[in-house]
């Protein structure tokens, strides 16, 4: 009996760790991340104005990072600001870095309302902008 | 008595499956994509010559693609030729995306033997190229 309820502790314990290994694993993992799958890669590239004061522009980046909780079709976001010390830059100080499933879920965001809105609110601060987009190989 | 050795068994088991988890975990996932672990991107657009042949085209695209198989500081690598329907792109066609781990491996990566190979056999066929790096966030 003591073998008995010592067993059941000791599956429940095994299978506690199993489920709570594929658990984390699951969440870790994106689904655009799987290897051998292409994605498309959304860059944006911004040149901020001379005089858009640094609170215009962590405005901007905050407005940019607040996106992906707004449109699902944003599987992946990140972004940075330059510091390549190349000197090829040509003057492009911010890069956001969007992943999508499909032609289709582009063509949902580039007219979405939150994403038209952000464009306004950026659009004063702006000298340039530079995108590409990119099937992931 | 008993219990002290089941004590020991069940603690091995614990100590074992951690220990598969953690190894599986590092295989099945590149330490660049843990998740809030920043890494550090490098972004290269090229614009070729007009005169460029699809041949020259493919032969750089091959020889960039082969630089992470000769260079191990490069922990990740993929490309892909643009397809952004907004008009944004200011002639740049290619997207080369690489990560490092460090700053330091960048500082190896660039002047690399094999890189600067590359470069040359780049340099006729380039109208332009821009290159951005940031850590991502």
Same mark, same amino acid.
């Given at each position: 009996m003591?073998?008995?309820i010592l067993g059941v502790v000791l599956a429940s314990v095994i299978s506690g760790l199993f489920g709570l290994k594929i658990g984390e694993h699951a969440a870790a993992k994106p689904a655009e991340e799987v290897a051998g799958e292409e994605v498309?890669?959304?860059v944006v590239l911004f040149k =901020?104005? #001379?005089?858009?004061?640094? @609170?215009d522009v962590q405005g901007v980046e905050e407005a940019f990072a607040a996106l992906p909780g707004k449109i699902e079709e944003?599987? #992946?976001f990140e972004w940075g600001t330059n510091n390549s010390p190349e000197g090829?830059?040509?003057?492009?100080?911010?890069?956001? =870095?969007?992943?999508? +499933?499909? @032609?289709e879920d582009r063509a949902t965001?580039?007219? +979405?309302?939150d994403h038209k809105l952000f464009g306004k609110a950026l659009g004063p601060h702006l000298d340039k902008v530079l995108v590409v987009d990119y099937w992931s190989k």
């Open positions: 003591k073998y008995q498309l890669r959304h =901020f104005k #001379d005089d858009a004061s640094a @609170e944003i599987r #992946d090829l830059d040509q003057g492009f100080t911010h890069c956001f =870095f969007l992943t999508f +499933h499909s @032609e965001y580039l007219p +979405h309302p």
